[in-house]
């Protein structure tokens, strides 16, 4: 566009915003949480029990009282299809994977792993954080106080040649964080190659561990879904089992506050970590476990229920996807992917914008997440990511909030054209 066009597509927007302004909206689309209808799918979950059924398991211990460190059998050999973890290798926790990651990482400062000094004794302790990705991953190792180091993403996961170089070299690299499967906010799934790449990292540091989070391993959004290689038998065939920690949970398939939560690990890693949890509890949630495994039976259950997940979401993404296409499509003001599965639709406006479409959006009446939010710091050296978040609102408030921020990508492109 020339200087006359872009002005009047300036004022176009500003005219339609002011308008946006007038309205008083209160939307939000800050976090990827399920919907209503979606946390509804699973209300048959809380009458699957009742004071009458079974509680006592094979070998005689009731479900109800203390004991089972590691979980039911039935819900872990669910997680194990479901991860492609033997479920001997699976550990349930309660209700949040973020918290066993949590425990992991805290477990690595104050005891270390590998017989290593802990991390809190060992200087200058980094982790790897591809980025754009999962805000929170990096807050954790953030507020152990270890130095975050961004690596770039690619089109088939992150950059390996730099994981590599890192890691191989840096003894103080001790972890990396990792969403390998429709990622957070990326919608990326690691290419085979990548995977088999992490399986065969000769990390410097004996106790490093890659954190790889498999939130949405089953959160399909289309009839071809992708496939992730199983990094658990590849790290098997490379003897590097040891190097890996597996998460997943049942949040965005039953219930993100009353869901269950899975580790999986190495025969190695596990013996020391049923020592640790010795201490930290004498049991998990059972009853919950039971909950999961009477209602969903097996993984066949589970992956019905997304299926049902499925048609809630995709024409959420696809409302984002046609209005984007519609509003931004001719324009090249913005790019942003048509992800197959996961929770985001992963934007990128022109660089040094992002701040400010967040910052139109907010004054307009529509939250999205902070600008820079997927990266370590939340600091986006370009400016120019934003984490759409559809799954949460109705389609009418999402109709809304996307028109909204069409509106202010068009304007902050416009202010920075024009100078
Ligand atoms: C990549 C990723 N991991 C973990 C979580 C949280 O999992 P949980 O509810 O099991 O703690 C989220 C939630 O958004 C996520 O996006």
């Not at 001997?88 to 477990?107: F, K, R, W």
């Not at 191989?168 to 990396?176: F, N, R, T, V, W």
């Not at 000769?202 to 959160?219: E, G, S």
């Amino acid at each position: 566009m020339n200087p006359a066009e872009l002005k009047n597509m300036y004022e176009e927007a500003k005219t339609q915003y002011d308008h946006y302004c007038t309205q008083k909206l209160s939307l939000n689309m800050t976090r990827g949480k399920p919907c209503r209808d979606q946390l509804d799918l699973v209300s048959g979950l809380l009458e699957t029990l009742s004071p009458e059924d079974e509680f006592e398991l094979a070998n005689g211990d009731d479900i109800r009282n203390y004991g089972g460190w590691n979980g039911l059998p039935e819900m872990r050999a669910i997680f194990g299809e479901l991860m492609g973890i033997p479920a001997g290798n699976i550990v349930l926790g309660n209700n949040s994977s973020l918290q066993m990651m949590y425990d992991a990482v805290s477990q690595g400062f104050t005891h270390g792993y590998s017989d290593c000094k802990p991390w809190s004794q060992q200087e200058n302790i980094k982790f790897l954080c591809p980025a754009p990705g999962y805000d929170r991953h990096f807050a954790v190792t953030e507020f152990f106080g270890f130095e975050l180091i961004p690596i770039q993403m690619l089109e088939t996961g992150p950059d390996m040649d730099e994981i590599e170089r890192l890691v191989e070299a840096d003894e103080s690299i001790k972890g990396c964080w990792c969403v390998p499967k429709y990622g957070n906010p990326t919608g990326l799934t690691f290419s085979d190659e990548t995977v088999r790449r992490f399986a065969k990292l000769k990390p410097a540091a004996k106790d490093f561990r890659l954190f790889w989070d498999n939130a949405y391993c089953v959160h399909h959004l289309s009839d071809t879904p992708d496939m992730l290689l199983n990094l658990y038998d590849e790290c098997l065939q490379n003897g590097t089992e040891d190097q890996v920690f597996y998460f997943a949970s049942t949040s965005k398939i039953s219930l993100p506050g009353a869901g269950v939560a899975a580790m999986g690990m190495s025969d190695n890693n596990l013996k020391e970590i049923q020592k640790r949890l010795s201490f930290q509890t004498i049991g998990p949630d059972k009853v919950n476990q039971l909950r999961h495994v009477k209602y969903f039976k097996n993984a066949d259950g589970i992956y019905k229920v997304m299926e049902q997940h499925r048609e809630i979401l995709a024409p959420k993404f696809q409302l984002v996807q046609w209005k984007f296409a519609e509003e931004l499509g001719e324009l090249g003001i913005a790019h942003w992917n048509e992800p197959n599965g996961g929770y985001f639709i992963n934007l990128d406006v022109m660089e040094g914008c992002a701040s400010r479409v967040v910052e139109l959006c907010k004054n307009a009446g529509v939250v999205l997440t902070a600008a820079g939010s997927a990266f370590p710091y939340g600091k986006d050296a370009k400016d120019t990511n934003i984490r759409i978040a559809p799954t949460f609102p109705p389609m009418n408030e999402l109709n809304q909030a996307v028109q909204v921020l069409c509106t202010a990508i068009k304007m902050a492109a416009a202010e920075k054209l024009l100078g």
